[in-house]
């Protein structure tokens, strides 16, 4: 590595500490004093350690860093600027927290070349870590040290640490053992409202180490020692956090140390008296030559050109850059497509979740990039399918991940794997429980991942578990996610279509909500066309024009074919539409969606839900069978005719509709 | 306390594991493995330390019990029958997890009497745990030890303290110091999955110790042992942690010990099996009356006719009752109303957070049960008063709380402290980051209980910190909870108003979604009457019929009415609508709602939010000015302008709808 005198690499930490206040001084708003704390510890981490290649951001094998503090963004937006990402010039600099501008006011994945992750909700970068370690330790196992043997940094705030999910987090990473990744704690003792001790009393170096990782304290600015713990970190045989005691705002000769310089402009004075204290004579985003001439030669290394060499003499290296890619092969096609095709011959009852797990089953083995794992659900999700392999910290070849009841950051570590690349992640909990994950999942979306969620036990089909356990209000909630594809598949062949959806999407995630209960077959198409492609499909129809179409998601589909062939008796000619996907049926042209629902003709909502978000299906004026509050406890069918979720109900709701 | 020989203990508990495995196999469903784990740790501590009466639940000084472990019901249900709970008769024991019996699957406060929260989603029960250790510490600090002298017991799973929110909980209850606050963790090494070691390899004791907690190891069968630990416990100064190691479903012969025993009826052969081993000759549902007798002299003391006297004897009785009621009283109204007229006569322009601050600082005088604080954004949120006295380990007689950054833990607090009694609770944080405390949140509702929950910078009004702290499907997603109100303020008298509402309402929790930025002062109808009430209400009319309505919230509320300025002058009569809560609305009558927004009158709703759920107001048909995807990081102003939500954005809107 890069052997830059302290003096030296002090004043490449002092190059990010200008370039972060004059940044946030011309926005007039972001977060000055947490980079200017950590230059010194990213400037070691970046000059001496990390391994990447501003040259190919994308280079598999690169270090990866998370700015988990992303309030904190100048700070990674200098390193850009300054190792010498080709985007990321002083102008974008410049342009901190403008419009357009690859210098947002936190790190958007996506759109910033050189951001791993998008960072700002605190706890979630550490969480993504996780992931991002345990893809490295996962692919290593596949390909060996020569195409995989790459670390995971971050930086943490005192916010990140506080935040319960980094307790998931950290638990995991210790259980499984990921010695490749290392939290660099800014230990600054301020938070927004002042000194930690406000809040906090906690001692983070021991609840680390309970948790299994290797600990270490320094000052932060401290070059040398900086230089040592992270050195010390590479041979850890556990994960590594690194406490290091900084002063917020370091320089600042008023606001140093204090939160006045944690999330506003210091004002054009305190600057000018932070440029002296730090003797940089430099002008506003004046860099001098031969500072960016170190960091760029910091920068420079010959990693990457000699992996390059090993991927080309690799026997793997065709297998390697297919896995990388994410995209599906012709197997993983074939596979699904098979699969879909077998369940609409074989027309099972089964609850969605078993065919769930039975789709799986059918199509694992062609994926062999595909991994996820369930809270401690294992056998009420049913993602495990025979044979897998369990991934621990003896080995990490497996396929499946006993996550723990960890609901938040299982979602936020495969958000991680995702992001990594080389594999597809599902997770699995109860429906209900999206509510632990939502703050990661929110993420998977905005960061366009295509991660899977598998929440099953969807609705009061649960039973006795009680309102606690029954969502009523959950499909609503995920389904006003931007980006987030919920899928509540009818019978097993939609369920089949809605595995194929999801695996095949690479620009967001879905959801698969699925039922605890059977569901009988319900499609007589013979599956050669994915009908959950456009959303809602119609399911049953009319011969002449209907007088009323039954519009039902999962479960309660087959309730509203019950209810039309119950209506066709008495001369009422109702369509039945299934609606699986109704976030893609809303995304079809207006043409589609009026063939399907054809403007004019009333619409009943049958979903075992609130009618929250439905209007935008049935209409305002349109009828609902369904929930109307919480659920309750007691057997699942004493449930539906306790809330009135029945066949009986769809017909009398229709014939009065039709008598008005 | 209670001198009962170990042996005699021994059998006390037999009658719950016996309780627990019949009703459970009568149900076919439900958990007998927890409860007959953990029964002769709850039977050490029901009949030898808590400080309960059977024939006053409601007692205000009575130690509490939560079930954090809410799975494992049967052991409440068979405590309150046993002890003498009038309600909780045999019959309800024996139609456990049946419909309208008061023996749901999960315990739910409001339906069974002495169960003091409900519990089932993990790790909700020792969150909340810590509000209630907490309100009795705050209102020991006002009433005495006379008075206020009790303690709050948790029994926790494995799962409760895998679950992220419980490092937020620990953390917070080791930094207050609060001493009175003792979780048994039922330390039995068995999850849904299998083994704990499957995916857990934390130092529990480490861990709390790390969190400031005192804590102590026990083997969970050996009664003695357990008696000691307790009666350790109760001298503690910090609190305490009893891990207690337990072998899960207990005496089953083959599934004692095993995951088995988790989630499912034992089966006939097996629970045979267990009453010989136990040596329990009794048969189902059948307890003996030397064992009944045992547990109702277990459950009596003089203890709480004891404090009726000195309550009597006191200074503060009326206070305290008062006080602890949960009722505004004259004082408390009297400042809410005058409050309101002030701001109505004062038309201040304010950001509706400020807005908030102000109605807060006005009336907190008259309302010493008001406490509350925010998640480390203080100076954002704007809740802490001037002058208000903050809640601390040296003193619990403030009432503000710095919560730290644990909006999840922070939330399930306020659920603890209002499920208590004797307080009011508010708690604080940006809007977005209420997917971090939705769990919580959710149970607010469930439960009932009237938790304020402020949460500003309420949308991309926030401008640069960008998408990740922009609230979009925010609203929707919290619209969507049964029984949560959510109050989204125009302008200073609104905000009055939705303090007054939230304030005033008893059987739920209220969110007040507030702006960063400054609003214009609106109304000009004097304050005399609350017109948020209703949820929705005509603020500027047309001289006639209207020909279309601009329905809108909070901060867009203004746009609507610069809008419908701009169209008057064009000819086109709009009334502005403001809907400071859609909830409310939606929930009056077809009468009120007709007059409101009369049928067949075009609509547009105008809200800088996505549209999720605004149908169900404007019509499938309607138009909407607002967001379609995720903000951007930019200033605000600009970002207005960028998504097109504007009044004139809204003007060619209606314009366009007219011209059909």
Redesign the interface.
């Known amino acids: 590595m890069n052997a830059f005198p302290t003096t030296r690499l002090a004043q490449m930490a002092n190059a990010i500490r200008a370039l972060s206040m004059d940044a946030v001084q011309a926005?007039n708003?972001?977060h000055p004093g947490m980079p200017m704390g950590m230059a010194d510890v990213a400037t070691v981490l970046w000059a001496k350690h990390m391994k990447f290649d501003p040259a190919a951001p994308g280079w598999a094998d690169r270090d990866r860093f998370i700015l988990s503090a992303?309030h904190g963004s100048m700070l990674l937006y200098s390193l850009l600027h300054l190792t010498g990402f080709e985007d990321m010039t002083l102008d974008q600099i410049k342009q901190f927290?403008?419009?357009?501008?690859l210098t947002?006011?936190?790190p958007?994945y996506g759109h910033t070349v050189g951001v791993e992750a998008?960072?700002?909700?605190?706890?979630q970068g550490i969480s993504m870590s996780v992931g991002f370690a345990l893809a490295e330790r996962m692919l290593n196992a596949r390909y060996g040290d020569g195409l995989v043997d790459h670390r995971t940094w971050v930086i943490a705030s005192?916010?990140d640490l506080?935040?319960?999910?980094?307790?998931?987090a950290i638990?995991?990473a210790?259980?499984l053992k990921l010695n490749r990744l290392c939290v660099l704690w800014d230990d600054n003792e301020i938070?927004?409202?002042g000194p930690?001790n406000?809040?906090?009393?906690?001692?983070?170096l021991?609840?680390f180490?309970?948790?299994?990782w290797a600990v270490s304290r320094v000052d932060g600015h401290d070059i040398d020692a900086v230089d040592a713990a992270i050195t010390a970190a590479k041979t850890s045989d556990r994960p590594v956090l690194i406490a290091c005691r900084t002063t917020i705002g370091y320089g600042a000769p008023t606001k140093a140390g204090t939160a006045g310089s944690h999330g506003a402009p210091l004002g054009a004075e305190e600057i000018a008296g932070t440029r002296k204290a730090l003797g940089w004579s430099h002008g506003p985003f004046e860099i001098p030559d031969d500072i960016y001439a170190d960091w760029r030669s910091a920068a420079a290394s010959d990693a990457h050109a000699a992996w390059c060499d090993r991927l080309s003499a690799s026997d793997l290296a065709g297998e390697f850059v297919s896995q990388l890619s994410g995209d599906a092969g012709e197997a993983e096609r074939a596979a699904l497509t098979a699969w879909r095709l077998q369940v609409a011959a074989d027309r099972p009852d089964l609850a969605s979740r078993v065919a769930s797990s039975k789709a799986l089953a059918a199509i694992i083995g062609d994926w062999p990039g595909l991994v996820g794992g369930?809270a401690?659900?294992?056998?009420?999700n049913l993602t495990k399918t025979p044979d897998v392999g369990?991934v621990s910290a003896e080995s990490y070849a497996g396929q499946y991940i006993?996550?723990?009841?960890?609901?938040?950051?299982m979602a936020a570590c495969a958000n991680g794997i995702a992001l990594h690349g080389g594999f597809r992640a599902h997770v699995a909990t109860f429906l209900?429980?999206a509510?632990?994950c939502?703050?990661a999942m929110?993420?998977s979306?905005?960061m366009q991942q295509p991660v899977i969620y598998v929440l099953t036990h969807d609705s009061i089909g649960l039973?006795?578990?009680?309102?606690?356990?029954q969502p009523?209000?959950t499909l609503?909630?995920l389904?006003?996610?931007?980006?987030m594809h919920v899928y509540r598949p009818a019978d097993a062949l939609e369920t089949a279509e809605a595995w194929e959806m999801a695996l095949m999407r690479l620009d967001g995630p879905s959801v698969l909500a699925l039922s605890r209960q059977t569901l009988p077959f319900l499609r007589d198409d013979g599956g050669e066309e994915n009908r959950s492609s456009r959303g809602a499909y119609i399911l049953r129809d009319t011969t002449g024009e209907p007088d009323i179409i039954l519009v039902a998601t999962g479960s309660e589909v087959g309730l509203a074919v019950d209810a039309a062939a119950q209506l066709a008796e008495t001369g009422i000619a109702a369509r039945v539409v299934s609606a699986p996907c109704i976030d893609l049926f809303l995304e079809q042209g207006r043409r589609y969606r009026d063939e399907i629902l054809p403007p004019g003709v009333p619409c009943i909502g049958v979903e075992a839900a609130?009618?929250?978000?439905w209007?935008?299906?049935?209409?305002?004026?349109g009828d609902f069978v369904g929930m109307?509050?919480?659920g309750?406890?007691?057997?699942a069918g004493?449930?539906y005719e306790?809330f009135g979720i029945t066949a009986d109900a769809i017909v009398e709701k229709a014939r009065k509709r039709l008598s008005r």
Do not use: C, M, W
Not at 198 to 203: A, F, I, P
């Open positions: 926005a708003s972001g992303g927290r403008q419009l357009d501008s947002p006011g936190h958007e998008t960072t700002g909700p605190l706890g005192d916010g506080q935040e319960g999910i980094s307790h998931e638990s995991l210790g259980h938070s927004i409202d930690t406000l809040s906090e009393s906690t001692d983070t021991k609840r180490e309970a948790a299994g369930s401690d659900l294992t056998g009420s369990v006993h996550f723990g009841i960890r609901e938040h950051g209900v429980f509510d632990y939502r703050p929110r993420l979306s905005l039973g006795e578990d009680g309102p606690t356990h009523v209000e609503a909630s389904r006003a996610i931007p980006n609130l009618r929250y978000g209007d935008a299906l049935i209409g305002s004026d109307t509050g919480f309750a406890s007691a057997p004493q449930l306790l």
